[in-house]
């Protein structure tokens, strides 16, 4: 695949735009995923797609053929959701100024009472799981969902993100611990599960 994906940069850059959409075939469903795990919910995961493929053609011509497209799109793809989640943080921060008697989103969200079955149940515990995600900073949350949702190697996300393998697993390491901590107290409802 990897070979192909060369193949399709090179003959987008010569001037076939079908060879782009390959590349779109090929690739979207791992970005949508990647984009879901990072905003959490899948209007803000399309949005993120979409603004990546259109700057990875933008960008075409600076992709260094050494590299992975698919490690290249990951990156921009990431950046993309930094880029969404700032401006929604933006956004909220300045609603909640201008009304400041509302309760926060998260006061919101916490305050939905599960229902007792188990579908119930589950809703909540995905939801706790999105939210705990959301307290992560975006390079944590970035490596955390790279690694243990796309099963990317420690190289191949330091890649992606610009880190150092070391620095690459001390984000994997606080990203881990953090959702523990807030996690941790869900654990004994999630094993009562009938």
């Known amino acids: 695949m990897g070979g192909s994906d060369a193949a399709a940069v090179a003959e987008t850059l010569a001037g076939d735009e079908e060879a782009f959409a390959g590349l779109v075939e090929r690739h979207s469903r791992n970005l949508f995923r990647l984009a879901y795990r990072m905003t959490g919910n899948e209007h803000d995961a399309e949005e993120v797609v979409q603004e990546t493929f259109l700057r990875a053609y933008r960008r075409l011509d600076q992709f260094k053929a050494q590299a992975s497209v698919g490690t290249w799109l990951y990156s921009i793809a990431i950046n993309c959701a930094r880029d969404l989640l700032q401006q929604q943080k933006k956004h909220q921060e300045h609603r909640e100024l201008e009304s400041p008697e509302r309760p926060s989103a998260l006061e919101r969200e916490a ?30 949350r970035a490596a955390l969902v790279l690694r243990h949702f796309e099963g990317l190697s420690i190289e191949e996300i330091g890649r992606t993100l610009g880190l150092r393998p070391s620095a690459t697993k001390n984000s994997i390491f606080r990203a881990v611990r953090k959702l523990r901590r807030v996690l941790g107290p869900l654990a004994p409802l999630a094993r009562t599960t009938p």
């Open 111 to 140: 305050a939905g009472e599960p229902l007792p079955d188990r579908l119930a149940l589950s809703a909540e515990l995905s939801r706790q799981v999105a939210l705990a995600l959301r307290r992560l900073t975006s390079k944590e």
